[in-house]
């Protein structure tokens, strides 16, 4: 089992920066992978960013060079960091942890966190 909480959302105008902050109940070192989605009304969610335990990092084409995911390993908390925000960023935020447990692979979700940029 692994609780996520995120934080950090809120309400920013265009070209502004948010930090978002996922923390995890359990060492982030024993999830697979921990990843950042975002899901904006009448759309699906979308993967946005992901780091794999071995702290490779992923990043879909319409963030790259403006967010950044990051982790604390002594925090349990992993991190996106994005700058230079456009309206279209407007969406629920959620991170994600990916578990194998006896060959099984588990997602977790956070609660989501929203992000609105004004334009």
């Known amino acids: 089992q692994v609780q996520l909480v995120e934080s950090g959302g809120g309400l920013v105008q265009a070209g502004g920066s948010l930090r978002l902050s996922c923390a995890a109940s359990r060492s982030i070192l024993t999830i697979d992978v921990m990843g950042w989605h975002r899901q904006a009304p009448g759309k699906q969610r979308e993967l946005v960013a992901s780091?794999?335990?071995?702290?490779?990092?992923n990043y879909v084409d319409f963030v790259k060079g403006r967010f950044t995911i990051s982790r604390d390993n002594a925090k349990n908390t992993v991190y996106l960091q994005m700058d230079s925000l456009k309206p279209e960023d407007t969406a629920v935020y959620y991170c994600s942890g990916v578990v194998t447990t006896f060959g099984l692979k588990r997602t977790y979700w956070g609660q989501g966190t929203q992000v609105t940029v004004s334009s």
């Open positions: 780091i794999s335990r071995g702290g490779i990092t």
